[in-house]
């Protein structure tokens, strides 16, 4: 695997602040029963690393403190942390909007196929990560036989009501270009989306999210090894567009990793890039009574993926 960090360091990304605190993004491990080649957090099966209920009861007391509206949670495959159904419901029962980063696939492994259940009783927001509606590609990233897998698990949701019309119950997918290039635009590949599942498998969902791939981590290997790392850096920053500044998911997101600390974004905890200004990572509960509000963000070179074109973000498009 491939250190990208020393090839992001040198940077000419503006400054940012942040604006107050909404949303808490929380990593709770990096177990994975799969191993997509454009995962940032090089999840997979052999990943020992998932959040304790310690640190769990740390972020419901940061929640409180601060007053958070979104729980974010991601992995890894988040479902198969063993505390996973005590933080959803502990932050539901608060009125706290929840999401969950769902792979899909794990919905149908033998030791899962209750959650979706849980997801639709608790009303979580599913975000569902499939990078194509062709088969092909869908397993060229993510492994033989995921996509069949990933069609049953939606066809599986939206008969709980997720995606429906007038449903409370979100079912949100995700697009991830294969290679180094930007996605397409956002509205145009949803309507793609839309039409093809709902014709060749009769699924529905509510909104596609287009997200940029960031050269760190799995991915950020694979371009150093095709030598494409320079050239997909240079094609973020000649894509830069100064209006997405104000709308970059670190402005009001909090990222935490799985054993509590605290990070500006998703992105840079995979980087091990301490918050804000300091040199040395924090822990969330020395965060409880501190404000977060105007404390400068740390940049590097990768930023610029999410800035460059229609913008990226957790959330799509900017």
């Known amino acids: 695997m491939h250190d990208t960090l020393p090839l992001l360091k040198k940077t000419d990304f503006p400054a940012i602040t942040r604006n107050n605190l909404e949303v808490l993004q929380v990593n709770l491990g990096y177990l994975c029963n799969l191993s997509c080649t454009h995962c940032h957090v090089n999840a997979g099966p052999n990943r020992t690393e998932l959040m304790d ?79 194509c509606y062709m088969e092909d590609n869908v397993d060229k990233q993510r492994g033989k036989g995921t996509f069949t897998t990933s069609i049953e698990a939606l066809k599986k949701l939206n008969q709980l009501g997720y995606g429906k019309p007038n449903s409370d119950r979100v079912l949100n997918l995700v697009f991830n270009p294969q290679g180094a290039t930007l996605p397409p635009e956002q509205k145009a590949l949803e309507q793609s989306y839309k039409q093809h599942l709902k014709d060749q498998f009769d699924i529905v969902f509510n909104q596609l999210f287009a997200m940029t791939n960031l050269p760190i981590q799995r991915f950020g290997s694979v371009l150093i090894s095709k030598g494409e790392f320079d050239q997909y850096l240079q094609l973020l920053k000649n894509n830069f567009q100064e209006t997405n500044l104000d709308q970059v998911m670190c402005k009001n997101t909090l990222s935490i990793d799985w054993k509590g600390y605290v990070y500006d974004c998703d992105f840079n905890q995979m980087l091990l890039l301490p918050l804000g200004s300091v040199n040395h990572k924090i822990h969330l509960k020395e965060l409880l009574d501190q404000p977060l509000l105007g404390q400068p963000i740390k940049t590097l070179q990768h930023c610029y993926g999410c800035t460059a074109g229609q913008g990226s973000s957790c959330g799509g498009a900017l």
Do not use: W
């Open 53 to 131: 209920k310690e640190t769990i009861d740390h972020i419901l007391s940061f929640i409180d403190r601060h007053n958070i509206t979104t729980l974010d949670l991601t992995g890894g495959a988040p479902e198969m942390n063993p505390h996973f159904e005590y933080i959803v419901s502990a932050a539901s029962d608060k009125g706290v909007k929840v999401i969950d980063r769902c792979n899909l696939t794990i919905l149908m492994e033998p030791d899962y196929q209750d959650i979706a259940n849980f997801l639709a009783k608790n009303h979580v927001e599913i975000i569902a990560s499939l990078p």
